[in-house]
């Protein structure tokens, strides 16, 4: 029996797997659904068997669709390795990777992503620049990192900017707060509390620059370095704070305080991986931000890819 199957369709199916549904794996894999859905298709038409129940959620696969699967894990892997295996032979690749963020929460979908990342490329020296940074980019030009991770794209900088991913911001309030019954918050109703962030200046907080500012709101204000200080102030009526709704999740799952969606919108924030054009073809470094946009797509609640 001659075979129609092609890395593309063992990719595909390990795509849904990992994102959960059609349209999240065809984002994944930046393709269009239709393009997805034709593949699976041909796959069915060609065996004369469905590979997942297509009402299903989570996706759930069918015998035929978990024997692919189980092909698509032995075979995807053992590609990607030779892949980089022909880059070290070709180009040679040893070199380093440090790290500056100017995110707190960067860390909580940064150190899964270097795990993986460490395993592909064990001979590339990776690590994070110690400390808090108030301007990762500056870093760059002094040749004191070669990766910043940034929440916003700098017209003027002479770096490269690679796109990693969008998450929704979301407000933190106490049970008994006074906002915790509306269904969002505006920018007045930060303005007779107390704002609780992390120690960066203003022009770091996407609350303060995308929405207080704008609207000439000014707040008090209280900083803490760790977020189980933030909740702790946030659940004893202490004040607001505002974080990605991922890293508050784990207080969310306990009901330990309330989020509210800032604005009918909703809050969104962006993350980007600058380096400097000499380091952005490195294949280690186009490596790493596709492992990165993966993981956390997969991973991290209510993450968008750029």
């Known amino acids: 029996m001659q075979s129609i199957l092609e890395l593309r369709h063992l990719k595909t199916l390990h795509a849904l797997r990992e994102a959960g549904n059609l349209l999240r794996a065809a984002t994944l894999l930046n393709v269009t659904q239709s393009a997805l859905s034709h593949q699976i298709k041909q796959l069915e038409d060609h065996h004369g068997t469905t590979l997942f129940e297509r ?48 995110c707190h929460t960067c860390f909580d979908w940064l150190m899964p992503a270097m795990d993986i990342f460490r395993k592909r490329w064990p001979e590339v020296e990776l690590d994070i620049v110690s400390g808090f ?89 209280r900083t803490t370095e760790l977020t189980v200080a933030m909740l702790q102030l946030v659940a004893s009526r202490r004040g607001i704070a505002t974080l990605p709704i991922w890293a508050a999740q784990n207080y969310l799952t306990r009901d330990y305080v309330l989020a509210k969606r800032i604005t009918a919108k909703g809050l969104t924030g962006r993350l980007y991986a600058a380096c400097l ?19 956390c797509y997969v991973n991290l609640l209510s993450v968008e890819l750029l």
Do not use: C, N
């Open 55 to 102: 009402k299903s959620v989570p996706v759930r696969f069918t015998p035929a669709g978990e024997r692919l699967l189980k092909l698509a894990d032995a075979v995807l892997p053992q590609v990607a390795e030779s892949e980089r295996d022909l880059v070290r032979m070709a180009q040679g690749v040893a070199g380093q990777l440090r790290i500056a963020v100017e």
């Open 133 to 221: 940074q108030a301007d990762p980019v500056g870093l760059l030009y002094e040749h004191r990192a070669d990766v910043a991770i940034v929440a916003e794209v700098d017209p003027d900088e002479k770096v490269d900017y690679h796109a990693l991913f969008s998450f929704e911001i979301v407000a933190l309030v106490a049970h008994d707060h006074p906002l915790a019954a509306k269904e969002y918050l505006v920018a007045e109703d930060f303005a007779g509390d107390t704002l609780i962030t992390y120690p960066v200046p203003d022009d770091m907080l996407d609350v303060v620059r995308q929405v207080l500012k704008p609207a000439g709101i000014q707040t008090a204000r």
């Open 277 to 295: 054009p000499e380091v952005s073809q490195q294949p280690y470094l186009v490596d790493f931000v596709s492992t990165t946009r993966e993981s």
